[in-house]
């Protein structure tokens, strides 16, 4: 008997350190997020086990002061409690350390998760300041594969048709194109409004 109480002792003063544990990490985590909040909770709850871990030890002083003669009937009642009582610890203590690894499980996912994002937004920002540099310095239409350059008034010239300019010469001077004179031709002159003419050729 007396090695079960010690042993209910050392299970009851386990779960002591691992709720002192899980009381600073409630501290730690416990902020305005839904997760922090939900692992504030679970931090708590591993908390109040320990409290019941604290009662067992009071439970089993007072279970020895209870029974002073240790006759045969009473130490096997007594045995049979604290069995029952040293099985209900270890259920505790393995539910403890159960919640209190998933507990800091969170807590690293979360920290991991943080850090990924702040990395993922450094990203973000330094991609936006390199494309702001380059369309400061006159680069970003000459990098876009989406905006091409007008065309250069070189091509457009060369679009438009080009006129002779023995006919631009000829249409300014108001004189139209005529065949050449054949033989035997007479010509006349004709006076125009202007007071210039144009000799005519009549054929013979």
């Known amino acids: 008997m007396g090695e079960a109480v010690v042993q209910i002792r050392e299970v009851a003063d386990h779960l002591q350190a691992l709720a002192a544990r899980a009381d600073a990490l409630s501290l730690m985590y416990e902020s305005g997020s839904d997760r ?14 320990g409290t019941k871990a604290k009662s067992y ?17 009473r130490t096997r009642a007594m045995d049979v409690e604290l069995n029952e009582r040293i099985e209900r610890m270890e ?31 450094k990203d973000q920002m330094d991609r936006m300041l390199k494309m702001l540099t380059a369309m400061s310095n006159g680069q970003g239409l000459a990098q876009s594969p989406d ?50 003419y144009i000799r005519i050729k009549r054929w013979g």
């Open 91 to 121: 259920r505790t203590q393995k539910e403890l350390q159960e919640q209190l690894a998933k507990a800091q499980q969170e807590a690293r996912d979360q920290m991991m998760r943080s850090r990924e994002e702040s990395r993922e937004h």
């Open 36 to 49: 922090g909040q939900s692992l504030a909770w679970l931090l708590r709850k591993v908390k109040d086990l």
């Open 147 to 196: 905006i091409t350059e007008p065309h250069s008034r070189d091509n457009q010239d060369r679009s438009i048709p080009q006129i002779h300019a023995t006919s631009r010469s000829c249409n300014a001077k108001g004189i139209s194109s005529r065949e050449p004179s054949r033989p035997g031709a007479t010509t006349r002159p004709t006076y125009p409004s202007g007071g210039r």
């Open 57 to 73: 030890i009071y439970d089993i002083t007072n279970l020895e002061s209870h029974h002073p003669y240790r006759t045969r009937l």
